[in-house]
């Protein structure tokens, strides 16, 4: 990965073609790391272009649900993150990693894949501290403010919480047992379907995250019995049953209102939850 293991980055080798690493957050933004992370928010930003659905606009043309990339600045996956918050990357050793521009980054959807265009970046997901109570309670707020106003929406305030979920996510005294799993994305190549490369990431964070949490317990049996509750969020209808066969089960479903993650109209969210024992 181009960085030293100094920033207790762990290592986790699936077999001889892929390994993955666990990098905590704010290690992403060392000088060495800047070419990995442009190409995680290039993988990203891709992956959530594929996967979104189509909705029909007033002129009968089909127009993805999301009209925003799901990065959109340099350091917004940093900032998700936090100061806690983990991410495991999982590498093609096969390929070449590739030292892009660490200067500057901006958006270049191209909506599609090929081996090598992330260096040997081939799949990523991470872990951080559960924000859903600020995005929970905002959107019940937003909805009785459309019921007293009729469909109407306020996009300033979308936008707005957004920017009080990056602060909250960033504040290391919200760190609870509720963590949650996030941008999750693979490579949609050949070579990599099928392989549970995403399931492999997550379950390398869930162990360094449990062997770091044993670490400060330091023989607290009280501490060490509490459970760790994750927690994930999906539109409905597109990979929810993906998640419930790995355990997960439907915590609730809310209705987004328009501009949430950058919908073009309403849409339901399903968050789910697994619990998982120290």
């Known amino acids: 990965m181009g960085a030293d293991n100094n920033d207790h980055s762990t290592n986790h080798t699936l077999n001889p073609n892929f390994k993955i690493e666990i990098i905590p957050g704010p290690a992403l933004l060392d000088p060495a790391r800047r070419s990995l992370l442009h190409n995680l928010n290039d993988l990203l930003n891709d992956a959530y272009a594929t996967s979104k659905a189509a909705t029909t606009v007033p002129n009968n043309t089909s127009q993805s649900l999301f009209s925003k990339s799901r990065i959109r600045t340099e350091d917004q996956l940093v900032q998700e993150l936090g100061t806690t918050g983990l991410i495991a990357i999982c590498t093609d050793t096969s390929l070449p990693e590739f030292a892009r521009d660490t200067q500057q980054w901006s958006i270049n959807l191209t909506r599609g894949y090929s081996p090598g265009k992330y260096g040997n970046v081939v799949a990523t997901a991470a872990l951080a501290p559960w924000k859903g109570g600020v995005v929970e309670n905002f959107l019940r707020a937003l909805a009785v403010t459309?019921?007293?106003?009729?469909?109407a929406t306020d996009i300033v305030a979308v936008a707005d919480v957004h920017a009080k979920v990056f602060d909250y996510s960033s504040n290391p005294s919200e760190a609870t047992s509720d963590w949650e799993v996030k941008t999750c994305a693979s490579c949609d190549d050949p070579r990599y379907r099928g392989k549970g490369l995403i399931t492999h990431c997550i379950d390398?964070?869930?162990?360094?995250?449990?062997?770091e949490l044993r670490k400060s317990d330091d023989g607290r049996s009280h501490v060490s019995a509490?459970?760790?509750?994750?927690w994930l969020s999906t539109r409905e209808g597109y990979n929810s049953q993906y998640w419930t066969r790995r355990g997960f089960v439907t915590e609730r479903v809310d209705?987004?209102?328009?501009?949430?993650?950058?919908?073009i109209e309403e849409f339901r969210i399903v968050t789910l939850t697994k619990t998982i024992r120290r």
């Open 146 to 151: 459309k019921q007293q106003q009729g469909e």
């Open 255 to 263: 209705v987004a209102p328009v501009g949430v993650w950058g919908s």
């Open 204 to 211: 390398a964070l869930i162990k360094s995250f449990l062997a």
């Open 226 to 230: 509490t459970p760790i509750k994750l």
